[in-house]
C-alpha cells in the first residue's frame, strides 16, 4: 500500500454538523482518505473522507465533533484510507472499535497496516463452502447445520439470550478434524456491562487466547461503529488468508451498525429510503457478508455469524429482511420459547441454512442425519397444527397419533431445543438425542426417513418412558 503521499494540513472549517464538517478549499483529496482532526485542545481524533467536490470535501469524524469550533479546528488530509495493524500477535487481545488496546497491554507489533475495506474475493477463485462445523448446538448441528466458509446469522430480538449464544458458539466451534477456530469478535453498540460480560465470558471459556475482540460501547460515538466490522473482518482476512487458520467471526449488533448508517446518511441529508435508512443499505451490508468464504489454494477460511435484532420482533424489518437475501439462511430465535424459558430459545420452522445439504451425511457427518432432520421439521411443523386444534376443541377430543404429537412437541422443546448455556453436545449426542424424540411417535407416521434408518434406529418406546 502506497504511504508516502504528503498530507495536507487546512486550519478551520466551513461547517460543522452532528458527526460531520466540510472543509472548504481542498485539493487532490480522495475519497475515503484518512484524516486527523486535531481539537482546540491539541486532542487528536480521526475521521475519513465521505464525499469529495472540486473545492470541498465532507468529513465523517469517528470519535464525534463535541468541543470542536469551526475557526480552529485543523483537519491533516492523510492521503491513504483507514488502515489497521494486522498479527498474530493481535490474537488474545481486546480493542476498542477503532482498534486501540483498551485491555491495559502493549500496542502489537504491526507486521503490516491493510486498508480496512479489504479486497474483494474473486468470484472464480471461491472454494464451496461443504465442510461441517460442529457449534455444539443441536438445534444448529442437527436442523441448520454451519459450514465451513458460510454467512449465517442469528435474528433476535430485544430480551433474548442471544448474547450468551454468541459467546456459547464462540468457546464450542470446532469443524471436522476437531481443529479450534481462531475467534473475532465485534460488538457494536452494546452497554458496558454486555461488554464485561463477554469479556468474562471469553477468559472462563478459554477463548480470549486464541480470539480478538473488538468493542464499541453504546456510550461511544456511534459514527465508530460503521469502522469497527470492518477492522474485524480485516484482522479475519489476514488470519486466514496469510497465516491459513480457520476464523469464526461473530458480529453483534448489526441493528446497531444500521442505525449508525442511518444516522450519517441523516446528517448527509440523503434522500431516505424505507424506514429511513440509506438507499445504499443493502449494498452496504453486502460489503461486509461477502469478506466470507474460502480461497481455492488457501488452507484458511473465514465462517460469519452476524447477530442482530429485529426492532418489534418484526422479521421484515429492511435489516433482517437484507441480510436474509445476501446470507445463506438464518438462525430465528423465539420470543414464546424464551418465555418458556427454553434456552437457547431457537424457532426451528423459520430457521433456515442453505448450505447445510452439503455438510452433511456419509463422510460429513451421519448417513442418517439428512433424513432424521426433515423427520424433526416434519413432526414439529404437525405440532404447531395439532396444538392450535386442541386449543379450539380440547386435548381430550384428539386422536391418539395428535395426542402423540402434543408429546413430542413437548420433549422436542425440552430435551433437544433447550440445553444448558455450556452444554456442549457432539454430532452423534445430536442425532442420538432425536431418534429417541421421533420414537415418541408411531412408526407409521415416520414417513421421512427409510425402513433401513427405522430398524437401526428406532425403539419402542412403552407407557411412562
Not at 456491562?193 to 477463548?207: K, L, N, Y
Request: hydrophobic share 40%.
Amino acid at each position: 500500500m502506497d504511504t508516502t503521499r504528503v498530507s495536507r494540513e487546512y486550519v478551520g472549517v466551513a461547517s460543522i454538523r452532528g458527526p460531520l464538517m466540510v472543509v472548504e478549499g481542498t485539493t487532490d483529496v480522495g475519497f475515503d482518505e484518512m484524516v486527523e482532526v486535531l481539537g482546540p485542545q491539541g486532542d487528536r481524533r480521526i475521521g475519513r473522507v465521505l464525499s469529495v467536490s472540486r473545492d470541498a470535501a465532507v468529513v465523517e469524524v469517528f470519535e464525534g465533533t463535541s468541543g470542536l469550533s469551526i475557526p480552529s479546528t485543523a483537519i491533516r488530509f492523510l492521503g491513504r484510507p483507514l488502515t489497521v495493524p494486522v498479527s498474530l500477535e493481535m490474537l488474545g487481545r481486546i480493542f476498542d472499535g477503532l482498534g486501540r488496546p483498551i485491555d491495559g497491554g502493549p500496542e502489537p507489533l504491526a507486521r503490516e497496516w491493510r486498508d480496512i475495506n479489504g479486497s474483494p474475493i474473486n468470484p472464480s477463485a471461491r472454494a464451496y463452502p461443504s465442510e461441517f462445523i460442529q457449534t455444539g448446538i443441536s438445534t444448529i448441528d442437527g436442523m441448520n447445520t454451519l459450514v465451513r466458509g458460510q454467512k449465517l446469522p442469528i435474528f433476535s430480538a430485544s430480551g433474548l439470550q442471544h448474547n450468551t449464544l454468541a459467546a456459547q458458539i464462540a468457546s464450542q466451534a470446532r469443524i471436522a478434524r476437531r481443529e479450534e477456530f481462531c475467534i473475532v469478535f465485534a460488538a457494536m453498540g452494546i452497554v458496558r456491562d454486555v461488554a464485561t460480560f463477554f469479556q468474562r465470558r471469553f477468559e472462563e471459556s478459554g477463548a480470549l487466547e486464541n480470539s480478538a475482540l473488538f468493542l464499541n460501547l453504546a456510550e461511544d460515538p456511534s459514527t465508530e461503529r460503521v469502522a469497527t466490522p470492518r477492522m474485524a473482518l480485516t484482522v479475519a482476512e489476514y488470519l486466514a488468508f496469510q497465516e491459513g487458520k480457520h476464523v469464526l467471526v461473530i458480529l453483534t449488533d448489526m441493528t446497531n451498525y444500521c442505525e449508525a448508517l442511518r444516522e450519517i446518511s441523516s446528517a448527509r441529508e440523503e434522500v431516505p429510503a424505507r424506514r429511513g435508512y440509506p438507499g445504499y443499505l443493502y449494498s452496504d451490508l453486502a460489503a461486509i457478508y461477502e469478506r466470507t468464504g474460502r480461497i481455492k489454494g488457501v488452507e484458511g477460511s473465514i465462517t460469519q455469524m452476524p447477530i442482530l435484532t429485529m426492532p418489534n420482533d418484526d422479521i421484515t424489518h429492511p435489516v433482517p429482511d437484507l441480510t436474509g437475501y445476501i446470507t445463506e439462511g438464518q438462525i430465528v430465535l423465539s420470543r414464546e420459547l424464551g418465555l418458556k424459558n427454553i434456552y437457547p430459545p431457537v424457532d426451528v420452522l423459520p430457521s433456515l441454512s442453505r448450505l447445510m445439504k452439503d455438510g452433511i451425511g456419509e463422510g460429513h457427518t451421519r448417513s442418517d442425519h439428512p433424513d432424521i432432520a426433515s423427520q424433526l421439521y416434519a413432526a414439529y411443523a404437525r405440532v404447531k397444527e395439532v396444538r392450535s386444534l386442541a386449543s379450539i376443541i380440547g386435548e381430550e377430543e384428539l386422536t391418539g397419533v395428535d395426542r402423540s404429537y402434543l408429546r413430542f412437541g413437548e420433549e422436542f422443546e425440552t430435551r433437544f431445543v433447550r440445553q444448558g448455556t455450556s452444554e456442549d453436545r457432539d454430532i452423534n449426542a445430536t442425532l442420538d438425542l432425536a431418534w429417541d424424540i421421533v420414537s415418541l411417535l408411531p412408526r407409521s407416521e415416520l414417513f421421512r426417513v427409510t425402513e433401513e434408518e427405522i430398524r437401526q434406529r428406532y425403539r419402542v418406546r412403552k407407557p411412562g418412558d
